[in-house]
C-alpha cells in the first residue's frame, strides 16, 4: 500500500573514490567513513571501507584507486546531512604505516552527478621536539578518530598543513524529498530573453 505523505525521504550515494594527488608520497590506501547526524541511519551499502594500495602513474604521477562508493540513507530531515570522510595512509621511512591526509566533503544535495577535490591536511606537532621525535620513532600526530574531521568541535585548537587531495566522483539520487516539502532542484534559475 502507497502512502502519499511518506515520513522519511532516501538519500542514495553511488560513485568512487578516483585517485589522488600526493607529490612527495607514494604507495598509499584510502579508508573512508560516512558522517551523519542523529536523524539519519544507512539502509543498504557499506559505511565505511579501505581502498588497496596503489603507486604513482609514471606518466601523470597521479595516485589511482577507482573504489566503489555504494550506500542509501534514510532521514526525516536534512539537518546533518552526510559527509564523506577519507584518510590516505602510507609507509614513511621506516616502512611504517603513517597518516598521510585527513580530509571531508558532504555529498552533494542535488541529484545527478558531481565531481569533488578533497582537501587533504596532516595534525602538526606544537614544538619542534615532538617533531623530531616523532620523526626519529616514526610516530606522526593522528586522530584516534577520523570522524572528527568532519566535525567543529575542538578542530580550532588543531595545527595542520595542507597535502595533497583526493578526488571523489558522486551519482545522486533521492526520494521523496519535495514530498516532504524540500526543493532538490538545481540551485540555477533560467531566465528567458525577449527576442
Known amino acids: 500500500m502507497a502512502t502519499n505523505n511518506p515520513s522519511v525521504f532516501l538519500l542514495t550515494v553511488n560513485g568512487q573514490i578516483e585517485g589522488a594527488n600526493f607529490p612527495e608520497h607514494d604507495n598509499l590506501y584510502c579508508k573512508y567513513c560516512y558522517v551523519y547526524g542523529h536523524d539519519w541511519a544507512p539502509t543498504t551499502g557499506l559505511e565505511e571501507g579501505i581502498t588497496q594500495i596503489t603507486c604513482k602513474n609514471s606518466q601523470t604521477q597521479r595516485l589511482v584507486w577507482n573504489f566503489p562508493l555504494e550506500t ?43 565531481k569533488r577535490s578533497i582537501p587533504m591536511f596532516v595534525p602538526e606537532p606544537t614544538w619542534r621536539l615532538q617533531k623530531f621525535t616523532g620523526w626519529l620513532l616514526g610516530r606522526r600526530p593522528e586522530y584516534t578518530d577520523p570522524k572528527v574531521v568532519a566535525q567543529g568541535e575542538g578542530r580550532e585548537v588543531t595545527r595542520v598543513c595542507s597535502q595533497g587531495s583526493v578526488t571523489v566522483s558522486f551519482h545522486i539520487m533521492s526520494k521523496d524529498m519535495k514530498k516532504m516539502g524540500y526543493d532538490v532542484g538545481p540551485s540555477h534559475v533560467h531566465s528567458a530573453t525577449p527576442d
Do not use: M
Open 72 to 114: 542509501t540513507f534514510k532521514s526525516t530531515n536534512p539537518f546533518g546531512w552526510p559527509q564523506l570522510v577519507v584518510s590516505v595512509y602510507g609507509p614513511d621511512v621506516f616502512g611504517n604505516d603513517v597518516v598521510r591526509g585527513y580530509g571531508a566533503t558532504h555529498i552533494p544535495f542535488t541529484p545527478g552527478q558531481h
